[in-house]
């Protein structure tokens, strides 16, 4: 991609301008909601220090140690994310956990979206909350200015993130440094705060708090979320970069703001009405508020920038229906705008603003599908290690182990605020799922009634080739699901119009199980006999077809097309449910609703519309 061949600085600082933006925010409200939303634990140096132990630890055990050192290993051709993981781990796995490891890949893909609702939300909120410190009598209108900024983002979105993509990366760069000279002021003013760093302190905060200690779980994860962006987003700036940012200046700014915190409230205990503001000289904080509001902006791009990509996956792997994207960059296929997908974000997000109201109630919801996917993506990394890396068995094991023993806590402290809030962003994830399982079950079922049958299809070619049927000039090109399927469309065109053309094409577009396809093996073209042709299409989950594109691979071949010349035959189905008990009535309802809806094939595969005939078929499943 055209990110890598940058100078490694200029990729690095897009890197800072993209990736870090969930967590380069989580300092706004973490440390905040530690010492206020846990019952029981007073707010004293010692469980400053505890919770600022905790928070250091997690930063270098989970962020650190395991996603930017191991996780961002597993790459599928530079690639990150769930969903690449989940591919590679069923690569060399035996058939029969194949199907255990594709649910676990779907559960933390639509994990990720009911966190793509939640984190614009509490991000903006969190910074336009500086406006109480700021200007008191104004807290009327940060609901206003939240909801004001928020569809100033999504609408936007249509015109891409090229040129606003430029402002980032210096916003954020200007935001950590930020960060950075906030801190180091707040740990002057007492320098003890560093002992924190010891992790008896996090120990002694279990030993002194015990059960509660287990609760203040919940808010500490906090200071991770935005973690799963470093691995998602790899596949735009390489490993390198991501790495260099969060260990050069997102990690120590980071950790210097939490611990600056921390020291202000050792001497101002009072401070706790808003510790990352109340940092600021009383001169700084109106500044301080724009570029907070602008760097939760950019967090919030990030999101929403990744839950495109994962949509997209999701699509060309048959998990979600074909819909339209759009891109908006001639250069970067990483750009891309999916308009329905977008409101349904947008509209989520302004349901969850105007419900939850502070980004106190929303921290209260906030955790349990994190640290969810945390879990999941131990997981899937272990079976990777084991049969795609060739680690010892016992080397997985350990691996898997060490990291559940931090998110089985992690996750386990989280569950609790399932009824505080926490069952939106599961709710959400569990209806994409369903939708992705039901979509996926469905079309394979349909798939399996048009199934492939190599014996039938050659003796239609051997019938037809020896019965004289009329011929016209030019390319009939028949787009099938499957290889071998005898095209239903063929049978209508003889049956109503009872011609042939000189040349019929039968085209399959397949996604393999690789971001990208060479494109010295785009195509397969094999003659079944003197007028018949078979074209099997490849493309990777990351790249989208492209008739136009097909056929100028085949005349490459030596199979040569005039567009002008070719007619592409589509058999528009209408899907008709077959005997089948209710409960699977109503899946089929789903699907059926999902299918109505999706993108018609002319769209999904860029093909000009008048060179397009489609003739109806009824198909029961």
């Known amino acids: 991609m055209h990110v890598k061949k940058q100078p490694l600085p200029a990729v690095t600082l897009a890197a800072i301008g ?23 634990i007073p707010l004293t140096p010692t469980a400053i220090f505890g919770f600022l132990s905790l928070i250091f630890w997690l930063l270098v055990l ?25 591919s590679l781990a069923v690569r060399k796995l035996d058939p029969r956990w194949v199907p255990a490891s594709i649910f676990i890949g779907l559960v933390g893909g639509s994990f990720f979206y009911g966190d793509g609702v939640i984190t614009p939300a509490i991000s903006v909120l969190s910074a336009i909350e500086g406006l109480e410190i700021i200007a008191p009598s104004l807290d009327h ?30 916003a954020m760069v200007l935001w950590f440094l930020t960060l950075a000279l906030l801190g180091i002021g707040g740990i002057l003013r007492h320098p003890q705060i560093l002992h924190a760093m010891n992790p008896y302190w996090a120990v002694n905060f279990f030993l002194e708090y015990k059960t509660m200690s287990f609760f203040a779980l919940g808010m500490v994860v906090l200071s991770v979320t935005g973690a799963e962006a470093l691995y998602a987003d790899m596949g735009h700036f390489g490993k390198k970069p991501i790495r260099i940012a969060w260990f050069i200046l997102v990690g120590p700014s980071l950790v210097l703001n939490y611990f600056g915190q921390g020291a202000l409230l050792v001497v101002n205990p009072a401070a706790i009405e808003n510790p990352f503001f109340l940092l600021a000289p009383q001169w700084a904080l109106i500044p301080l508020l724009i570029i907070a509001t602008l760097a939760t902006v950019v967090a919030s791009q990030a999101v929403i920038s990744g839950v495109f ?48 109201k502070h980004s106190s109630n929303l921290a209260s919801a906030y955790g349990i599908v994190v640290t969810g996917t945390m879990a999941l993506t131990s997981i899937l990394l272990s079976i990777v290690a084991v049969k795609n890396w060739h680690w010892p068995h016992y080397w997985g094991i350990t691996m898997l182990l060490a990291m559940l023993v931090i998110d089985i806590p992690l996750f386990g402290a989280n569950l609790i605020k399932l009824v505080s809030g926490g069952w939106l962003p599961v709710a959400l994830g569990l209806i994409i799922l369903m939708i992705m399982l039901i979509w996926k079950t469905e079309r394979s079922r349909l798939i399996h009634r048009l199934r492939d049958n190599q014996a039938g299809l050659a003796a239609l070619i051997d019938s037809l080739e020896k019965t004289p049927q009329l011929r016209v000039p030019g390319t009939a090109v028949l787009m099938e699901r499957t ?9 209508h065109n003889l049956k109503h119009n009872k011609v042939l053309h000189e040349r019929i094409v039968l085209l399959t577009v397949t996604t393999a199980d690789v971001p990208y396809v060479h494109n010295v093996q785009r195509v397969t073209i094999e003659q079944l006999s003197p007028s018949f042709w078979r074209v099997v299409a490849r493309y990777g989950w990351r790249e989208t077809p492209n008739v136009t594109d097909i056929l100028y691979r085949c005349g490459l071949e030596g199979m040569n097309f005039t567009m002008n010349e070719t007619s592409f035959f589509l058999s528009r189905d209408t899907l008709v449910l077959g005997p089948r008990p209710w409960y699977l009535r109503i899946r089929g309802r789903v699907f059926q609703m999902l299918q109505r809806n999706a993108l018609r094939t002319p769209e999904q595969f860029q093909i000009p519309p008048n060179r397009v005939i489609e003739l109806g078929a009824q198909v029961e499943f």
């Open 62 to 86: 989970v962020v650190s140690i395991k996603y930017v050192c191991v996780v961002m290993r597993a790459d599928s051709d530079g690639e990150g994310g769930i969903l690449t993981l989940m």
């Open 141 to 170: 209108i940060i609901i206003p200015l939240a909801l004001i900024v928020l569809t100033a983002l999504f609408a936007i979105q249509k015109h891409g993130t090229g040129s606003v993509g430029k402002l980032f990366a210096p």
């Open 18 to 40: 993209v990736v870090y933006g969930d967590i380069g925010t989580s300092p706004l409200y973490t440390l905040r909601e530690c010492l206020t939303s846990t019952e029981g």
């Open 483 to 491: 290889p071998y399927a005898v095209p239903l469309v063929l049978l």
């Open 309 to 356: 990509s994962l949509t997209r996956q999701a699509v060309r792997l048959g998990y979600l229906p074909p819909m339209r994207i759009v891109y908006t960059s001639d250069q970067e296929s990483g750009q891309i705008y999916i308009p329905v997908v977008n409101w349904l974000l947008y509209a989520a997000v302004l349901i969850v603003i105007i419900s939850f």
